[in-house]
Nanobody
Framework: QVQLVESGGGLVQSGGSLTLSCVAS????????MSWHRQAPGQQREVIAT???????HYRDSVKGRFIISRDNAQNTAWLQMNELRPNDTAVYYC??????????????WGQGTQVTVSS
C-alpha cells in the first residue's frame, strides 16, 4: 500500500508565502508524476502544478510565476513553494502521485489534503 502525507498548510496574510510538502511511502518502485491540486469551497478540484520524474513542469496560469513545484525522486518527496499568496488561493491543497508499485505498472494516489487560508 502507498501513502501520501502532506504538511505545511496554514494561515497566511495576503502577499505571504508557504511551502507545502508531500512525502510518498510504501511499496513504490517509481513515481512518474507528482502534482498538486486544490479545491476551494463550492469549487471543483483543479490541478495547479505537475512535475515528471524527468523534471518537466507545468503550471496552471493563475499560479505561474508565483508557485514553484519541486521534487526529490530519491526521497519520493515533492514540495510546492507558494509566493505572493492571494485570498483566492484559499483552498484545501492535495498532493497526487502517479506511480509504479510491485503489483502494478500504474497506480494513482492522493494525500489527505492540507488547508491553506490566505487572509486579506
Amino acid at each position: 500500500q502507498v501513502q501520501l502525507v502532506e504538511s505545511g498548510g496554514g494561515l497566511v496574510q495576503s502577499g505571504g508565502s508557504l511551502t507545502l510538502s508531500c512525502v510518498a511511502s510504501g511499496n513504490i518502485r517509481s513515481i512518474y508524476v507528482m502534482s498538486w491540486h486544490r479545491q476551494a469551497p463550492g469549487q471543483q478540484r483543479e490541478v495547479i502544478a505537475t512535475m515528471t520524474n524527468g523534471g518537466s513542469t507545468h503550471y496552471r496560469d493563475s499560479v505561474k510565476g508565483r508557485f514553484i513545484i519541486s521534487r526529490d525522486n530519491a526521497q519520493n518527496t515533492a514540495w510546492l513553494q507558494m509566493n505572493e499568496l492571494r485570498p483566492n488561493d484559499t483552498a484545501v491543497y492535495y498532493c497526487n502521485a502517479q506511480l509504479a508499485t510491485q503489483r502494478a505498472l500504474w497506480e494513482d494516489y492522493w494525500g489527505q489534503g492540507t488547508q491553506v487560508t490566505v487572509s486579506s
